[in-house]
């Protein structure tokens, strides 16, 4: 039985290391999120979480990345969830209401 711990596909541990590296997810996050807040982030206020939870059939599931950015305001959470598909899936958005 494959441990459901471990990315299934290869691309998908490429891209876990890579947005493992706080400043590859900070450029990832100024590029997508072009808001003048995102210009007053620096690496040193983001924190990798390492997260997993149970689901509601009790398998564990793992996220794929979670910084935390502490703030004066508080904490804002960041969750990067993964999901190359090779070929159309139209459970998609269901599947996405599993990690929510």
């Excluded at 689901?55 to 935390?68: C, M, N, P, T, V």
């Excluded at 804002?76 to 999901?83: G, M, P, T």
């Amino acid at each position: 039985m494959p441990d459901k711990r471990q990315p299934h596909h290869t691309h998908d541990r490429g891209y876990r290391e890579l947005l493992s590296s706080k400043r590859a997810f900070l450029e990832l996050l100024k590029t997508f999120v072009r808001e003048e807040w995102t210009k007053n982030i620096d690496e040193d206020s983001l924190v990798r979480v390492e997260k997993s939870y149970i689901l509601q059939d009790f398998s564990e599931k793992e996220a794929d990345i979670i910084y935390r950015l502490k703030t004066k305001g508080g904490d804002v959470i960041f969750y990067v969830l993964l999901e190359l598909q090779s070929t159309v899936d139209y459970l998609m958005p269901f599947r996405l209401l599993l990690y929510m």
